[in-house]
């Protein structure tokens, strides 16, 4: 029998890796939100007037479920879940249509030296991050975890500071 630290320790461990590849993927795109627009657009799936919403929109809410699942707050895994729902069902499509365009996930790659691998690597990156999330519900469940509210979260951390500064 592994020990339940261990346990504890590596669904630890693949909750924040799966975090950071979110934050990542935000961050990037965020940073560049015209460029994620062409690659939305490119998709053609959403129509003219939701793709500039989407650009902005989207990054920001990765990134906010990507803090959210550092900190385990319920609800965050079920984001996160969702939005690689959506990614590979969007990137499904792109290869079924044969587009030979880059997925946008981390920013821009190179299209000449990509072509079609960029949605395929994609699709199968977001499978392993589909996986991992489906490994975290197994852990949740398997070792009694329960993921915390986000007013709990924040009474323990003021909790904490406020022994700190008392001290």
Excluded at 20 to 38: C, D, E, R, Y
Aim: aromatic share 10%.
């Amino acid at each position: 029998m592994i020990p339940l630290s261990w346990k504890s320790w590596s669904y630890a461990a693949v909750r924040i890796g799966l975090a950071l590849s979110f934050l990542v993927a935000g961050a990037v795109k965020i940073a560049n939100p015209m460029t994620f627009a062409v690659t939305i657009d490119a998709f053609g799936i959403l129509p003219g007037p939701l793709v500039m919403p989407v650009a902005f929109l989207l990054p920001v809410i990765e990134i906010l479920g990507a803090a959210a699942l550092i900190f385990d707050i319920r609800g965050s895994l079920g984001l996160i879940t969702l939005m690689l729902l959506v990614f590979i069902a969007v990137l499904a499509y792109g290869l079924h249509m044969g587009l030979d365009i880059d997925c946008g996930c981390y920013g821009p790659g190179d299209p000449e030296a990509e072509a079609y691998a960029g949605i395929r690597d994609a699709l199968w990156r977001d499978l392993f991050m589909l996986a991992c999330a489906a490994s975290l519900y197994v852990w949740r469940k398997v070792l009694g975890m329960r993921p915390g509210s986000l007013a709990v979260k924040y009474q323990s951390v003021k909790t904490f500071i406020c022994k700190e500064e008392s001290a």
